[in-house]
């Protein structure tokens, strides 16, 4: 008999709060979570989270002018959503739905399929009379292939086809249709690098007249770039997140705002970034010393407590779902205990939710 230690079978659980994927559920009644935008995008509530201190506040999201200093630098991720879901029908007659999540070239897209299992390499699905679908290939990721056929005015022009017949690709808690308004409001107003299938919802808020002020202020813009791809949002199956492997985001950090951003930090000023999207995109970019490297390319960082941020002293974001990445990326950032208190004083608080939501500002 081995005299070697072991923990009983019902031994408790030593990891500590925020370690598991289970720790990061929340209860959100159906009726907090926004179906559509508010107006003007900067009337939007804002939760100020001030980790120094612990402390709430609730202010306005047109406040940032008052709390954003001179000379910090604002971080924006100035991707564009396109028009990324068709809807058509299969050869049988029945629906199909092809979600378009990046180009591979003029014609070929990788692609998430519905029905899936009756979408075989060879089939074809009809956008409309000149734009048609076929499903090529399947990664390893399960994702597909797919090829776009257009003739007729479209001949040639593929991104002509999906901006005619394609539709904003709404998340799926949007339980709508997607309408008119969303062409535009579902982009931030910096937006114009098309690429994504879904915004930096963290964006939305801002407003040209708010953007203009900032810069009269003397807050500094710098631009970056991240395609949000749906692995951002993808479910987690997992309890323990180092098992989770986020699929790859394209992003970039220019040479001259790379110059820029340590410019800023090196007179001792700050950076404030907007959205998990631009903060993954910083810490990317930051290196161990804090300095800000030139990068293009893809990236799968998964910001999670313990990290620590190199690349953002503060964080204007929405409110994630439950047992998200999201939602961790904020934890790591903000802390475990304080941003569930957070979450749940804003649940509370009935503020808005998800993509149409309100905000927070994490100092």
């Known amino acids: 008999m081995s005299n070697s230690p072991s923990s009983p079978p019902d031994a408790p659980d030593t990891l500590p709060r925020g370690a598991r994927v289970s720790d990061y559920d929340y209860d959100l009644p159906e ?138 690709p709404l998340p799926p808690y949007i339980e709508r249709a997607d309408e008119a308004n969303d062409a535009s409001r579902y982009q931030t107003v910096y937006a114009n690098t098309a690429g994504s299938v879904a915004a930096p919802t963290a964006g939305l808020h801002f407003t040209d007249e708010l953007l203009a002020a900032l810069d009269a202020k003397g807050v500094e813009r710098v631009n970056v770039l991240l395609h949000v791809g749906p692995g951002t949002f993808r479910p987690i199956s997992v309890d323990d997140p180092a098992e989770h492997v986020m699929h790859e985001e394209w992003c970039e950090v220019t040479p001259e705002a790379a110059a820029q951003l340590n410019a800023v930090r090196a007179r001792g000023n700050k950076i404030w970034v907007v959205g998990t999207t631009g903060a993954r995109t910083m810490e990317t970019a930051t290196d161990a010393h804090g300095v800000v490297q030139a990068f293009r390319g893809e990236t799968n960082i998964f910001l999670r407590p313990p990290m620590t941020f190199r690349g953002v002293d503060h964080l204007i974001t929405n409110f994630h779902l439950p047992k998200s990445t999201l939602i961790m990326l904020v934890a790591a950032f903000a802390g475990y205990e304080l941003t569930m208190r957070a979450y749940e004083a804003a649940v509370e608080g009935e503020y808005r939710f998800y993509s149409y939501g309100d905000a927070m500002l994490a100092l």
């Open 31 to 168: 009726s907090r979570i926004a179906q559509h935008a508010v107006e003007p995008r900067d009337a939007s509530r804002l939760m100020v989270v001030d980790r120094a201190t612990g402390t709430l506040s609730h202010r306005t999201f047109r406040d940032v002018l008052d709390l954003i200093p001179a000379g910090d630098a604002l971080v924006l991720n100035t991707t564009r959503v396109f028009r990324a879901r068709l809807l058509g029908h299969r050869e049988s007659g029945g629906p199909a739905e092809i979600l378009l999540l990046r180009a591979i070239d003029a014609t070929h897209y990788e692609a998430m399929i519905h029905p899936g299992g009756k979408l075989r390499p060879g089939r074809v699905v009809t956008i409309a009379p000149d734009f048609k679908v076929e499903i090529v290939d399947t990664t390893p990721r399960r994702t597909r292939v797919v090829r776009l056929l257009t003739t007729g005015p479209y001949e040639g022009r593929a991104d002509l086809a999906i901006e005619q017949h394609g539709h904003i």
